[in-house]
């Protein structure tokens, strides 16, 4: 098969093998996958990652269940054994043994064909398209900002970052009717925002007054990290979303001397996701900047790194 291969450095290979699908697996085509900040950080060594690349996708079941069979399927990452002390006690995302699709000890879905949990499969709905259902792993992700911290119509809330995953969080937030602003160094997104009726200010403008009752930090890069600290006001807490090759030299005194609860936060519910993308209420069509066949899988990646485009697309096995 077809496949974007990571080990050193992103590769195509036109010949690697199929996957076998394990017990309690199917076989899935894969469609359309998207490009995401974490796969740029692979490529600097994050996770110390090897195999086959990308985690979000849209693909068809060739191989598995006949209730499976040809089902149109987006899929959670985590691959987790169900037997350890956090899939009992209901926290599977955090499985001890747990491996990550395309991220860690699992191959990804830069390919032709993956195999996966039947567990973490979720049927699409037809008013979903794939270059929508891309983005639900993602959403998913954004979802989880209120699932940890609720937020309210009294809240001063900030998103710092303006990408992807940024844009993603801003809509979601922005349904709370929370006052809500984005920051963010990119003229591209920032329109993206203000013709979602978000407020938004670039990084350059930006004056910090420790006011925000909650930021959440989507930039990817260590400096978002002292621009969510200049914004939060004491005891308020952080989001932090971003996952890092390299920390930089991050100055973490403001979080003891404020008081300031930080919180991880990674995978979320893909029925929500899911949901919302059938009813229209989050705007992804318009962040799909460029698509590319698998076999130019490399100028995909180098696109994805371009601040121009907001979102990257892999045509793999289109319908």
């Not at 979720?122 to 979802?143: K, M, Q």
Request: aromatic share 4%; proline share 6%; with cysteine.
């Amino acid at each position: 098969m077809q496949a974007i291969v990571f080990d050193t450095k992103p590769r195509f290979v036109g010949d690697h093998p199929d996957p076998r699908p394990a017990p309690g697996e199917c076989l899935v085509k894969v469609h359309t996958a998207g490009i995401c900040s974490t796969d740029l950080e692979i490529l600097r060594g994050y996770m110390g990652f090897t195999g086959v690349m990308g985690h979000e996708f849209v693909g068809t079941v060739v191989e598995g269940p006949a209730r499976w069979k040809n089902a149109r399927v987006a899929c959670e990452i985590n691959c987790v054994c169900g037997r350890c002390d956090m899939c009992r006690t209901g926290l599977p995302t955090h499985c001890r043994k747990r491996t990550t699709i395309g991220i860690s000890g699992r191959d990804g879905c830069f390919a032709d064909l993956i195999a996966v949990p039947e567990r973490n499969l979720h049927v699409l709905p037809d008013a979903v398209s794939d270059e929508e259902a891309v983005f639900v792993e993602p959403l998913a992700a954004a979802y989880q900002v209120v699932k940890q911290c609720p937020v309210d119509t009294r809240m001063t809330v900030a998103v710092v970052g303006s990408g992807r995953l940024g844009l993603l969080v801003a809509q979601v937030l922005a349904g709370t009717g929370c006052r809500l602003q984005v920051v963010g160094r990119n003229p591209h997104t920032l329109e993206f925002c203000e013709k979602r009726q978000i407020q938004s200010v670039s990084v350059q403008d930006l004056i910090p007054r420790n006011d925000h009752d909650l930021v959440v930090e989507c930039t990817g890069v260590p400096e978002g990290m002292k621009i969510a600290l200049g914004l939060v006001r004491p005891r308020g807490t952080i989001v932090l979303k971003s996952t890092y090759a390299d920390t930089g030299s991050l100055n973490l005194a403001p979080v003891v001397i404020d008081e300031v609860s930080i919180v991880g936060s990674r995978c979320g519910p893909f029925p929500e996701a899911i949901n919302a993308l059938a009813r229209k209420e989050i705007e992804v069509g318009l962040m799909v900047a460029r698509s590319y066949k698998i076999e130019k899988g490399l100028e995909a990646l180098e696109a994805a790194a371009d601040s121009k485009n907001i979102k990257v697309l892999l045509r793999i096995n289109p319908r």
